[in-house]
Nanobody, 126 residues
Framework: QVQLVESGGGSVQAGGSLRLSCAASRYTYISNCIAWFRQAPGKEREGVAAIATTSGATYYTDSVKGRFTISQDIAKSTVYLQMNSLKLEDTAMYYC???????????????????WGQGTQVTVSS
């Protein structure tokens, strides 16, 4: 059964940090890529970071490189997004998503993710 449940969102001041969690069912987690997406009001959804769960290979969109870190706890089938140095423009609904990996280290493009969680809101204020 495909299941993704996000948690950890909230409100934080600019410059602060938050850690998001995405708890996946074992079926959803194994041999897949898990990614974080975000969608701000009036904007298109964008892929933020992804991890190939078998190898731990990671990918980031340019706007978050050096500030966000995606990681996993294999035993818990959980993927995290550590967000540091948050900016006002990071405000969005954050979703985790899953898709079958191409290989141990290669994840599909962000547009190909198939399974989605319900999202968790992140609000950054000045």
């Amino acid at each position: 059964q495909v299941q993704l449940v996000e948690s950890g969102g909230g409100s934080v001041q600019a410059g602060g940090s938050l850690r998001l969690s995405c708890a996946a069912s074992r079926y959803t987690y194994i041999s897949n890529c898990i990614a974080w997406f975000r969608q701000a009001p009036g904007k298109e959804r964008e892929g933020v970071a992804a991890i190939a769960t078998t190898s731990g290979a990671t990918y980031y969109t340019d706007s978050v490189k050096g500030r966000f870190t995606i990681s996993q706890d294999i035993a818990k089938s959980t993927v995290y997004l550590q967000m540091n140095s948050l900016k006002l423009e990071d405000t969005a609904m954050y979703y985790c998503a899953a898709v079958r990996a191409y290989s141990r280290t290669v994840c599909p493009r962000f547009a190909e993710y198939q399974y989605w969680g319900q999202g968790t809101q992140v609000t950054v204020s000045s």
